[in-house]
């Protein structure tokens, strides 16, 4: 099937997407008949209830009018069922409504990090089926899920007021992600003090990114906050630096199918002793040298 | 690893949620992937979530009364889009001669108030094994 005709073909994709969802093996079959090609993998992290779907919804509605444009939105598994409420249809109105964008959940699967096993697959199909954009919305991070930084080509992190002081951006973790910040809810209480601040402990650390104030629901900023992602997606391929992006993309997705395998197929094998044996014997070497 | 993936659906003009969502969270316990569309969809949005998320099975709670044009629009929608081999079930304010109706026309199952939650998990999970 050509490219286009298959970024027309929702069902296809869809059908496709749970193939991948469910087998690794037939996840890599499938990726392996599509030929390579560029996208953009734009991820979007922050705590739970920051705003990231309303937010995602309005950045991916501005994407769709230029470029073929799809979500992937994961929310947690429960540890001890494995069931998943997944609601972030609920917030993106326009883009669930649109023709143009295609949005689909997932749950985390045991996934700890803020993605899913499959993300990576699931990405790497879209962008070969057609998508130029993919946005990809992490589980609610806290402070440790920094994941999304080895999938995204940029990572916007989403920030509200009212949910601690300055000593909670000052944390490793999260705070140490990030292209671009988005202080959303700037209606309340705090927001320009909570901008404010994270410009100090950023520029701290050295490093002078972007903070932009916004309003998810009714869009302030957000035009502002598309053109940022742009701008900065742009620089990339102008610099050549996406390269690199995409190689770590490659190499963690290679990391994370072989972390799967140890732990789905290997996990009452007795050849992972010896395989564990092997590399903590290599890291001792490698140690000592 | 294979989960099963229902989507509990809002279609028409009723607010009420209170059903849909202790339905949901009922699923989510008995380990099921849960995808919640929120209120007030129409069919059209229904049948687009379910494609888009390629969902094994479809809930339509509904309230208003307009059960019987709501189930038949979704129901078309479905066949319209290649996706009519996925069952579909309703709960809500039904009387037991429109829940007869809506079994001919193809709906699986109609779970009134009252009905406990134990019923409605394992008779999707006997729909999905299938």
Do not use: W
């Not at chain 2, 779970?111 to 008779?123: C, M």
């Amino acid at each position: 099937m050509s490219e286009r005709l298959f970024y027309a073909n929702q069902l296809a994709i869809s059908r496709t997407l749970t193939r991948i969802e469910n087998d690794r093996s037939v996840a890599r079959e499938i990726i392996g008949s599509l030929e390579e090609r560029d996208y953009h993998v734009v991820g979007i992290t922050g705590s739970p209830g920051a705003g990231k779907s309303t937010l995602t919804d309005r950045l991916a509605l501005l994407s769709s009018k230029e470029k073929r444009t799809a979500i992937i939105a994961i929310d947690p598994s429960s540890p001890f069922t494995g069931g998943a409420f997944l609601g972030d249809r609920i917030r993106m109105k326009s883009s669930t409504k649109s023709e143009e964008i295609f949005v689909r959940s997932m749950a985390s699967r045991g996934k700890v990090g803020g993605l899913s096993p499959s993300i990576y697959d699931a990405v790497e199909f879209l962008g070969r089926s057609g998508f130029d954009r993919v946005f990809v919305e992490t589980v609610g991070a806290g402070q440790s899920e920094t994941d999304i930084e080895n999938l995204a080509d940029v990572v916007l992190l989403v920030l509200a007021p009212g949910l601690g002081d300055d000593v909670q951006t000052m944390k490793a973790g999260i705070m140490e992600i990030g292209d671009i910040f988005a202080v959303n809810k700037m209606d309340l209480p705090g927001a320009s003090q909570l901008a404010t601040r994270t410009g100090a402990i950023l520029e701290m650390s050295g490093r002078e990114l972007p903070i932009i104030l916004t309003n998810s629901i009714n869009g302030q900023g957000v035009e502002e906050l598309h053109n940022l992602i742009e701008k900065a997606l742009g620089e990339l391929d102008i610099s050549g630096a996406i390269e690199e992006k995409r190689r770590r993309r490659t190499l963690y997705n290679n990391l994370n199918s072989v972390y799967q395998i140890i732990k789905e197929d290997f996990s009452e094998n007795a050849k992972l002793e010896e395989l564990m044996n092997y590399l903590l014997e290599n890291r001792r070497l490698s140690d000592e040298s | 690893m294979k989960r099963v993936k229902v989507l509990v659906a809002k279609p028409g003009l009723d607010g009420h949620d209170r059903g849909a969502k202790v339905v949901a969270m009922a699923l989510r316990d008995a380990g099921m992937e849960v995808i919640y569309t929120g209120l007030r969809q129409s069919a059209d949005e229904v049948v687009k979530a379910a494609l888009q998320e390629d969902v094994d099975i479809i809930g339509l709670s509904i309230l208003s009364g307009a059960h019987m044009r709501i189930c038949e629009k979704v129901l078309n929608l479905m066949k319209e889009k290649g996706i009519d081999e996925k069952p579909v079930f309703v709960g809500g304010i039904i009387p037991a001669e429109d829940a007869l109706e809506l079994k001919k026309m193809g709906i699986l199952e109609v779970f009134g108030p009252g009905t406990p939650l134990k019923a409605i998990v394992d008779s999707i999970k006997g729909a999905v094994d299938k």
